[in-house]
Nanobody, 124 residues
Framework: QVQLVESGGGLVQAGGSLRLSCAASGRTLNNYAMGWFRQAPGKEREFVAGKRWSGGSTRYADSVKGRFTISRDNAKMTVYLQMNSLKPEDTAVYYC?????????????????WGQGTQVTVSS
């Protein structure tokens, strides 16, 4: 089992930045793909960014390319999502996810483990 706990959400003005953290525990993640998803009210959960824990194979949704960066800290077993130039349409609950796979999936069905989510609200 893998446990994931997100933090770092909050209220920010448009153009601002936030860094989300996802602390993982339960087992080593060397063979895992890690993903960030988000879900706005009334909308489906959508892929934001993902990467293999061991490195390489980083993917981003077109809507966040150039603004968001996914990274990880091995020693802290934490995955980060640095979000810059935030827009009101980035407002959503953001979820961290993990899956024992070499490939970085872009659909929620491709992930077995999920955090509880953290709210990000961007005001205009």
């Amino acid at each position: 089992q893998v446990q994931l706990v997100e933090s770092g959400g909050g209220l920010v003005q448009a153009g601002g930045s936030l860094r989300l953290s996802c602390a993982a525990s339960g087992r080593t993640l060397n063979n895992y793909a890690m993903g960030w998803f988000r879900q706005a009210p009334g909308k489906e959960r959508e892929f934001v960014a993902g990467k293999r824990w061991s490195g390489g194979s980083t993917r981003y949704a077109d809507s966040v390319k150039g603004r968001f960066t996914i990274s990880r800290d091995n020693a802290k077993m934490t995955v980060y999502l640095q979000m810059n130039s935030l827009k009101p349409e980035d407002t959503a609950v953001y979820y961290c996810a993990a899956n024992p796979s070499w490939s970085v999936g872009v659909t929620p069905a491709g992930y077995d483990y999920w955090g509880q989510g953290t709210q990000v609200t961007v005001s205009s």
